[in-house]
Every structure is written in structure tokens, then in C-alpha cells.
């Protein structure tokens, strides 16, 4: 039988120092696996947020090989937990725009899938930055992932793709019961969205919503939202971490979340309208 399902949200303050970055998220996972979490989340960028957006090719990996990618997969391994470790810069075959790429490694340290943020935040923003054009030095991914665990299947996004609802329509027709969102939102555009739109993504998919978050004032200036959150498939905040570094964490009722499904089942009711 299946244990119960723990879900771990981890937030973070990540810095130009790979290394510190890479050991405050080691820490982190450690605490969410002594807690009893089978599921922990990194934030986008957890692992490097540099100076200036090309510094991290300082800190770029190949696909199957990295200082980061062994960190974590060894952390999975050592915690005997599934980790899906928020984003990191990893080469294309555009060498100076690589992608930003989330890693799902299991709880024998082997990668099950990875997914390649597809949304990229090219946007005005009334903030410190003011501009953000992250095409110019990242390559957008191309299809959604999904991918199965034994508490049920599993979709994944990053960031900017929370204001593309199809994006988790067609992941939960799929058959995702839980979504997954490593991000870094800007303050400003946390303050007024972060929230109302993680709820309505859950509520209108019927699925719950985990979203591990950037949080707080970083060396380059940019300034991130946090408020890492654990959401139901009927839109309740279940636990959540407004600011600072740490772990939210809460137990997943898939009993709950079938019998809304039975009783209120909106994604049997989708039509495509042209």
C-alpha cells in the first residue's frame, strides 16, 4: 500500500555563491526529509542568481552531468525522497541561451523527467529591474511534462507559465492531479497576482497546487515575493511561508480531491470553443 503523501515546499534567498546556494538547499531538503516529506520543491534559480543575467554560464551544465545535478541527486538518494529541483541553466544548441530547466530526481537519485520552461518573461515591470527580457539569454521549451509517481501523476511548470491557464488545462486532461511550480516572482507582480492566480489554477483543474518560491532581497536587486504555498484542488491555502528562507510542508488527500472530482467534475464538462 501507499504511504500517505507528504509535499514539502522549499523558499529560499539564493545569492551569486553557487556553493552557499547549493548547501542552504541541501539543508533545506534534509529538514523537509526529517519532517516526513516523500515530495520536496526547490525554487527557480535556487542554485544561482547571479550579478548579471550571464553569469550563469559560469555555472551552465550539460544535460546528464553537473555539480548541482550530483548535489541533488545524491541529497534524493541520501533522503530517500522524490525532489524536483527547481531550475538551473543547462546548454542548448543556442550556446548563449540555454535553457532553464527543472530536474525531477527520484528517490534512487536517477532522473525521471525534466522540463524545460516554456513561458519566458519578456515584460515591463514598475520594479528595481524595470526591464526583463529573459529570451535574450534563455531558449524556451517546447512541450509540457507530466510524469507519474506512486501518489498519482504529476504536472510541472515554472514561474511566467502561471498566467498561461491551457498550459494546466491540458496537463490536468492529461490526467495531473497535483501541479508542481518552481518561481522567482517578481515582488511587484507577486503582490498582485501571485496568490489569486496559484488558487484559480487549482480550482478550476481540481488539482492541488505546490509553489516553491524565491523570497526577498537578492545582490543583483532584484526583489522576489516568496509566499511559497501548498494549495487544495478546491483552492484553500493548506500552508504556506509568506517571506525568508525555510519549508512548508502538508499531507495530500487524494480521497478528498476524487470525490470533488465525481461529484463537481468540470474537466469532463471542457469543451474546446473556437
Not at 89 to 95: A, G, L, N, R, V
Not at 103 to 122: A, M
Request: with cysteine; charged share 20%; aromatic share 10%.
Amino acid at each position: 500500500m501507499t504511504s500517505p503523501l507528504i509535499i514539502a515546499s522549499v523558499q529560499m534567498t539564493s545569492c551569486a555563491n553557487f556553493q552557499s546556494n547549493i548547501d542552504t538547499a541541501l539543508s533545506l531538503i534534509d529538514d523537509a526529509a526529517l519532517a516526513g516529506a516523500n515530495i520536496i520543491v526547490l525554487p527557480e534559480y535556487f542554485a544561482f542568481m547571479g550579478i548579471k543575467e550571464t553569469d550563469k554560464f559560469d555555472h551552465m551544465e550539460t544535460a546528464h552531468t553537473g555539480i548541482m545535478q550530483k548535489a541533488m541527486s545524491e541529497s534524493a538518494k541520501k533522503n530517500n525522497v522524490w525532489l524536483v529541483a527547481g531550475t538551473h541553466p543547462i546548454e542548448s544548441e543556442d550556446k548563449l541561451r540555454p535553457f532553464g530547466r527543472c530536474y525531477v530526481f527520484q528517490p534512487d537519485g536517477t532522473v525521471n523527467c525534466w522540463y524545460d520552461k516554456i513561458h519566458l518573461f519578456d515584460v515591463e515591470v514598475e520594479d528595481n529591474t524595470k526591464s526583463y527580457c529573459e529570451s535574450k539569454y534563455s531558449k524556451a521549451g517546447e512541450s509540457p511534462v507530466t510524469f507519474d509517481t506512486p501518489w498519482g501523476k504529476i504536472g510541472l511548470a515554472v514561474c511566467y507559465d502561471l498566467r498561461f491557464p491551457e498550459l494546466f488545462r491540458k496537463m490536468a486532461l492529461d490526467g495531473c492531479e497535483i501541479f508542481i511550480m518552481p518561481a522567482a516572482f517578481t515582488h511587484t507582480t507577486g503582490r498582485a497576482h501571485w496568490e489569486v492566480l496559484i488558487r484559480a489554477r487549482a480550482i478550476e483543474n481540481q488539482c492541488y497546487f505546490v509553489a516553491s518560491a524565491q523570497s526577498g532581497k537578492h545582490e543583483n536587486g532584484r526583489e522576489t515575493w516568496g509566499q511559497s504555498m501548498i494549495v487544495s484542488h478546491t483552492g484553500e491555502i493548506l500552508a504556506e511561508l509568506k517571506e525568508g528562507s525555510g519549508v512548508v510542508l502538508h499531507s495530500i488527500d487524494r480521497g478528498m480531491q476524487k470525490q470533488s472530482r465525481i461529484d463537481f467534475p468540470v474537466l469532463t464538462h471542457t469543451k474546446i470553443v473556437n
